[in-house]
């Protein structure tokens, strides 16, 4: 309620009479005082009583705008602003600052959606129909609705609206207009927020408030030029964590230590975001506690993701170290325009993790990066995840051994390896020079026999021939015969 007082300021001398009854001298009269024309009254001492009228009325504006396209499921390119365009089918999410009462906006939603928009601006083969209208608090839940579910007494507790939600379906789309907008879903939504009428605000303020507001028939929402469509994704086939299991390959221990791994498998087939460094494991999840100073991932199939611990300490003082039991697996949530965080403050929504030109991000360039399913049209993973299964290590074969001992024995085990291989190397060298000189030998046995051969073949051949000793030069004819 809003009243006014006169000052009362007993320091000031004003005219009238003074507590005798004594009429003040006209010279000592403070000119700030409050009394009637004949100067005979005391200062007024009156309070007005409760203020009328109003201090001029708002009409609602548009905030924010949400395309949500139904008709992308199974596509392969994900969602974006600008491969996903407006379509027949399309949801357009309207949101007001500052919203409406429940009143008023139950008397919006009965006006005739001619009147709502301006269809020059669309052209006429353009049809869209008003499917709902929300009051919606800062976490995107619908107001009127938790209203009529709690005692009257408890509504301020559950805070007030922040937004007035318009939910528009495409029904039809004009080729006039996807051409003039050469199918720009920026710019398609620029006609359409251009195309909201104020007449239908301001007729229902004036029958809520009992005011008379005046708007040009065909005067717009307002400047929208630096409202730019924001994406929702489906919240269907969003990826969630069903089961973590830590493993340890080498089962030197049974504490958390380097080489452990992590085996986390998804509900559904993923886009399988890039996981090979600590810095991308570290846009998608965080883990509590610390995993340490290095590790990364590999994805073992489109469902199954591989943490591999590769340095175990941590910064952190006394930082504490990670068990089944009180491991703590969180997704990151994610940017508009690679610059402002999706969170109650930037937008009013229920499924934040849907919101975005890149929910299922994985460019290089991108502050976080989303686990979506295969075909990037879900929303974002974004459930916790806390009951961990399996160990680090386990106690069978560990025997407690103090730490100087560990770190001689596992020496010993490296100076072992190294022994053993140069030993292998040895041999190794040994069994070829054997190998070679084995060749030799033999080549020169088989020359040998070869020669001797040879030499047998030669003095056969001489035996056979006839002797040619002690026959006289002269003979010319082969003896007679008897």
Avoid at 181 to 192: A, D, E, F, P
Avoid at 290 to 307: A, F, Q
Avoid at 309 to 330: A, Q
Wanted: glycine fraction near 6%.
């Amino acid at each position: 309620e809003w009243r006014v007082s006169v000052t009362q300021d007993t320091s000031r001398v004003c005219t009238g009479f003074g507590p005798n009854h004594q009429r003040y001298d006209d010279s000592s009269i403070d000119t700030n005082c409050l009394f009637n024309v004949a100067l005979t009254s005391s200062h007024s001492d009156s309070i007005s009583p409760v203020a009328t009228g109003d201090w001029g009325v708002e009409l609602p504006s548009v905030s924010t705008a949400i395309i949500q396209n139904l008709n992308i499921r199974g596509g392969t390119e994900g969602i974006s602003s600008s491969t996903q365009p407006i379509s027949v089918g399309s949801l357009i999410k309207v949101q007001l600052r500052e919203p409406f009462s429940s009143k008023q906006l139950e008397l919006y939603c009965q006006i005739n959606i001619n009147e709502i928009l301006n269809i020059q601006r669309i052209y006429a083969g353009t049809r869209m129909e008003l499917i709902s209208c929300s009051n919606l608090l800062n976490d995107g839940t619908n107001a009127d609705q938790l209203y009529s579910e709690k005692p009257e007494s408890s509504i301020s507790s559950l805070g007030y609206p922040m937004v007035s939600e318009l939910v528009f379906e495409m029904i039809s789309l004009d080729p006039r207009f996807v051409e003039e907008t050469n199918g720009n879903s920026n710019l398609m939504l620029s006609s359409i927020l251009l195309a909201i009428r104020q007449a239908p605000f301001a007729s229902v303020v004036e029958a809520t408030l009992n005011v008379v507001i005046f708007v040009a028939p065909d005067a717009e929402v307002g400047q929208i030029g630096t409202i730019n469509p924001i994406m929702e994704h489906l919240d269907v086939d969003t990826p969630v964590v069903v089961n973590a299991i830590a493993q340890d390959p080498d089962n030197f221990d049974d504490v958390y230590s380097n080489f452990d791994v992590l085996r986390i498998t998804f509900s559904v087939e993923t886009n399988q975001p890039a996981v090979g460094s600590k810095e991308e494991l570290d846009k998608i999840f965080v883990f509590t506690p610390s995993l340490g100073v290095k590790y990364l991932g590999t994805w073992e199939t489109s469902r199954v993701l591989l943490v591999i611990i590769l340095d175990s300490s941590r910064p952190e003082v006394n930082g504490t170290v990670p068990t089944v039991d009180n491991l703590k697996l969180e997704f990151l949530p994610n940017y508009l325009n690679n610059e402002t965080l999706v969170n109650s403050s930037s937008i009013t929504s229920e499924r934040l993790h849907c919101i975005g030109d890149n929910v299922c991000s994985t460019s290089a360039t991108a502050i976080t990066l989303g686990v979506c399913d295969s075909t990037e049209t879900s929303c974002r993973a974004k459930t916790p995840f806390t009951s961990f299964t399996g160990n680090f290590g386990t106690a069978e074969g560990v025997i407690e051994t103090p730490v100087g001992v560990i770190a001689g024995v596992t020496v010993g085990i490296v100076v072992v390896i190294i022994i053993l291989a140069i030993i292998i190397i040895i041999l190794l060298l040994y069994y070829c020079y054997k190998r070679v000189q084995e060749k030799r030998d033999r080549d020169k046995a088989l020359a040998l026999v070869r020669s001797w051969k040879q030499k047998q073949k030669a003095l056969s051949e001489q035996q056979k021939k006839p002797s040619m000793m002690g026959i006289d030069e002269s003979w010319k004819s082969p003896p007679t015969m008897p």
